[in-house]
């Protein structure tokens, strides 16, 4: 029974329907479709569709993965008054017609959201008509699930503090890839598929899908000092951004398709502290050097200061990080596996590599209240 006296009852003779919400950037569509593949893996008549929009990465991600894709007209949340907000009225009430038009199409039992410019028309959409699920990645919420806690049936946080009232906290939906990687059983295979050294340490480097100027100017700056110490490196640079190749025991990428090899080759990793990131990173058991992107309320910091807390890794300001700094922070660790052990177990302890069938059980049971 919903707050506003609606009874919401699964559909007779058939699975679950689920709908997602979660369209824009990787950081909000991966939690989704992770979420969306425990969601079958707990019970293989459900069916799922995904909402999303022309822009962002919705319709190279989703359809990949196997799931339908309902587009919906984009609502760009302004963080600023600006021209731009006075006409958000009007185009939320576009996109939240066609989000019901939708919900109706799937016969929608639950609408699953995880913030961003997707999310907001499908809270409004679904609101007393299809109980709502809400999961906040980021330390900090955003304004889409501020206003969609306010009449969700069950709020799901990964990290304590995140303003959302009575949020359970249950970490953020990885693939299953990630979250049942055997690193040790992968290394030698994951090496030979990157041309990595066989032994030795290996230090995995990545800012994103289109790099970090900050990050790779350090590594360009360490890698001499990197390379003279035994530490492979691991590169995903972005487009155009690497340093020169061509020497032994370094790989430079555009970026890497196959994360989960990526981790298993590596002993340790730097890169920035968004909440995807910290995530995988610690349910894999790396020890991490995170450089918070400097801009926004702080939020990566904030993300990355659990794992920290535990002896997960490190946190260095971005205007810190030089080539002179990532070797005194790295290096040490690099060169002692009994330390890299220890803060690799520390990182894992301090996530929640079942987060995602954890929230398939919340979305289903409110399926079933």
Not at 108 to 116: I, L, P, Q
Not at 227 to 245: F, I, K, M, T, Y
Request: with cysteine; net charge positive; proline share 8%.
């Amino acid at each position: 029974m919903s707050q506003y006296g609606t009874q919401y009852l699964p559909r007779m003779g058939s699975g679950p329907s689920v709908v997602i919400a979660g369209g824009g950037t990787a950081g909000h569509i991966e939690p989704a479709l992770a979420l969306a593949d425990a969601v079958k893996r707990l019970r293989p008549d459900a069916t799922v569709t995904a909402l999303g929009t022309e822009k962002g990465l919705d319709r190279t991600l989703i359809p990949a993965r196997g799931y339908p894709l309902e587009l919906i007209p984009p609502v760009p949340l302004p963080r600023k008054p600006s021209a731009d907000l006075l006409r958000l009225p009007g185009r939320v009430r576009g996109a939240v017609a066609r989000v019901r038009e939708v919900l109706e199409k799937v016969d929608a039992d639950v609408v699953v959201g995880f913030g961003g410019y997707v999310a907001l028309p499908a809270y409004l959409g679904a609101r007393g008509r299809v109980p709502i699920v809400v999961h906040e990645a980021n330390a900090r919420a955003g304004l889409a699930n501020k206003v969609g806690a306010r009449f969700a049936a069950r709020v799901v946080a990964a990290v304590p503090g995140s303003g959302l009232r009575n949020a359970q906290i249950l970490g953020i939906p990885l693939r299953h890839a990630v979250t049942t990687l055997d690193r040790a059983a992968l290394r030698a295979e994951a090496r030979a598929r990157f041309g990595l050294p066989a032994d030795g340490p290996v230090l995995l480097v990545f800012g994103g899908s289109q790099g970090a100027r900050s990050l790779n100017a350090a590594v360009a700056a360490a890698l001499p000092g990197l390379l003279r110490e035994g530490v492979g490196v691991l590169h995903a640079h972005g487009a155009g951004n690497g340093p020169a190749g061509g020497q032994a025991g370094y790989v430079g990428l555009p970026y890497i398709d196959d994360m989960h090899l990526a981790y298993a080759a590596a002993d340790a990793v730097l890169c920035r502290a968004g909440a995807m990131t910290v995530a995988e990173v610690s349910a894999v058991g790396l020890p991490a050097v995170y450089v918070p992107l400097p801009i926004g309320n702080g939020e990566q910091a904030l993300n990355a200061q659990p794992v920290v807390a535990a002896g997960g890794g490190v946190i260095v300001p971005d205007a810190e990080l030089t080539g002179d700094r990532v070797l005194a922070e790295l290096v040490p660790w690099l060169k002692d596996p009994a330390r890299l052990a220890a803060m690799g177990e520390a990182a894992r302890g301090s996530g929640h590599a079942d987060a995602d069938e954890r929230l398939a059980e919340v979305v289903l049971g409110v399926i079933r209240t």
